[in-house]
């Protein structure tokens, strides 16, 4: 028996449960994950037997440095893009990921001098337009969309390139808590809906539950048989139509289901039904757990945010997401009352002057900042670039160039925002900072973000108390957006406190610490920031000032008593202190600021 399991993927919604299976009978295994549709809360961190590695398999370093250094004896190759209507849009990404993943992970774990056995998934996908059911391995594959055809190229690898391999060909997954708008967690999520949307109603699918599906990987690689290929499904099949009318049923929802030409894929099989018949003969596998009960379970836990309504998400509408696997956004100080985004420490970039000050930093420094960028630069520029914009920053960019007007929707059709989301930017994990409580187009701007695929996540670090930033999230529509949403408040931190590695312990729960940023800038009572970017490496510019708008105005600023105050916080946190530049240099308010690297 193995002891030392490889899941690749395994934040994923099948990948963890894959992962529970093999923790909770004593394995060591370590996690690979890019966590673009992954998610850490899925995973039992605090068991000791887990090692989590954060990295892309499109990454052949990052996928050879964490084989070389687990050197598992079982590798379950389980990350793909799967989800039709993000391949469809975005083929680039599903050979970066699917082919040319696929290869580096057979790459990675053929370096090693005893070879694990490989558990690569492949999907039902292959069969595509064979319309004979159940689907036979036996059967020609015959995809009929970029997905299927990823799919059957990766068997291709596997089979050529490796020799003690198993192929997995998984049908329809389903279970509570999908992140994924598939068929059905969209229709469930609608429920409350007077109609419902849907596409074809003949379609025929095999729904297994994904315990069951877990349970099957696990039985392959403990008895699946060398080179062997074999279904994961349930062996049962249900068009769309007898879906529905079982969920409406059990659920007791007076939805009214339509059917729509429009909702419907170009390219669709018409039936995809398992043969089961190998895997039961070869191991002691067998699927447990029928639609019905699965569906149960699912509508019984259908109020957790992760099964988000997707209704507006099809083939025809989706648009391409710039980087899901990347984006971070990191809202902050939920309890400042933000008028103009002007009154607050966090909204300092809205001053001129301080705009200004920067430049005097960068002069005095000899660096160059991204962070102060002046209306006539792209907003395309902060997300091609890999720079923290911290707190007002970008709210002052998107006011001053009109994207967003006091009292007005954000407008996604202004030019700036439509460079941004024609970029195209993968190499980056970008960490965007702002605030959100009552900053125009707030709401509608983080609408935009989930839309167009930017805030697969959202990391939440505030001074406010947990039931407040839940509250204001549920009030404006918010929570209900992303997938992956960590909070760090004030009880958090102040639990952690007085030490120094408190913040990054903050840091480490909301998953920022790593991150390939060059610059950061950063307001001086902004720890988490200052320490993210201390722990990876990055310089950090922090401008200080603890004055609200009115005392700044009104009152001149003592830069001995900032210069002091800052050094104490310097000191705090191990960060050396460059010369400060002095008020005169700047303007007439007074201002101090200086640069730590």
Request: contains cysteine; neutral net charge; charged residues 20%.
């Amino acid at each position: 028996m193995f002891k030392r399991v490889l899941v690749v993927g395994g934040a994923g919604y099948v990948g963890s449960a894959i992962t529970k299976i093999h923790l909770e009978i004593g394995c060591k295994v370590m996690v690979f994950d890019n966590l673009s549709s992954g998610n850490r809360e899925r995973l039992p961190l605090q068991n000791e037997n887990l090692i989590f590695y954060e990295g892309s398999i499109a990454d052949i370093e990052s996928i050879s440095s964490a084989v070389e250094q687990f050197r598992p004896e079982v590798v379950f190759h389980m990350a793909a893009l799967h989800y039709i209507p993000h391949c469809i849009n975005d083929p680039e990404l599903v050979i970066e990921t699917n082919i040319t993943g696929t290869l580096n992970v057979i790459a990675a774990i053929d370096k090693l001098p005893l070879k694990p056995k490989l558990i690569f998934t492949s999907s039902a996908a292959v069969y595509g337009a064979v319309t004979a059911a159940p689907q036979s391995i036996t059967a020609i594959s015959q995809p009929c969309d970029i997905y299927g055809y990823s799919k059957m190229i990766g068997e291709h690898l596997v089979s050529t390139r490796y020799e003690d391999y198993v192929i997995a060909r998984l049908f329809n997954v389903f279970g509570d808590k999908d992140p994924i708008p598939h068929l059905i967690p969209s229709i469930v999520r609608q429920l409350g809906k007077e109609v419902i949307e849907l596409g074809n109603p003949d379609s025929e699918r095999d729904f297994i539950y994904v315990k069951d599906a877990a349970r099957a990987f696990a039985a392959l690689a403990k008895q699946g048989k060398c080179q062997n290929v074999y279904n994961i499904g349930s062996g049962v099949c249900f068009s769309v139509k007898q879906a529905t009318d079982i969920i409406k049923e059990m659920s007791g929802s007076s939805a009214e289901f339509v059917f729509q030409a429009t909702e419907r894929r170009k390219v669709d099989p018409k039936i995809l039904c398992a043969d089961i018949t190998d895997i039961m003969s070869d191991t002691d596998w067998r699927p447990t757990i029928t639609f019905e009960q699965g569906l149960r379970t699912v509508l019984d836990n259908s109020d957790d945010s992760s099964i988000r309504e997707v209704s507006s998400i099809s083939s025809q509408t989706y648009r391409k997401p710039l980087c899901l696997q990347d984006y971070i956004a990191v809202v902050s100080d939920f309890d400042d009352t933000i008028v103009d985004n002007r009154n607050t420490i966090a909204g300092g970039l809205h001053e001129i002057s301080r705009m200004r000050a920067l430049r005097e930093v960068e002069k005095a420094n000899g660096i160059n900042l991204l962070s102060h960028i002046t209306p006539a630069m792209s907003v395309a520029a902060i997300v091609n670039a890999p720079v923290h914009v911290s707190e007002g920053a970008f709210w002052w960019l998107l006011s001053e160039v009109g994207v967003i007007e006091k009292n007005k929707p954000f407008n996604p059709e202004h030019p700036l925002i439509q460079q941004l989301t024609k970029a195209k930017s993968r190499h980056y994990k970008k960490l965007l900072t702002t605030q959100a409580r009552e900053v125009p187009g707030a709401q509608s701007f983080f609408h935009f973000l989930y839309n167009n695929g930017y805030a697969g996540k959202l990391a939440i670090a505030s001074s406010g108390r947990r039931e407040d930033i839940t509250a204001f999230l549920s009030g404006h529509g918010f929570k209900d957006l992303f997938h992956d949403l960590n909070i760090v408040s004030r009880e958090d931190v102040n639990k952690l406190k007085p030490h120094p590695e408190s913040y990054l312990k903050a840091v480490k729960l909301m998953g920022i610490v790593e991150s390939d940023m060059h610059k950061v800038i950063a307001f001086e009572d902004d720890p988490i920031g200052i320490m993210a970017a201390k722990k990876a490496g990055l310089t950090v510019c922090a401008v200080t000032t603890r004055f609200t708008r009115e005392q700044f105005l009104s009152q001149p600023v003592s830069p001995d008593f900032i210069a002091s105050d800052f050094t104490q916080y310097a000191r705090l946190f191990g960060l050396r202190i460059a010369e400060p530049i002095q008020p005169s240099v700047i303007n007439s308010r007074q201002e101090s600021k200086m640069v730590v690297r």
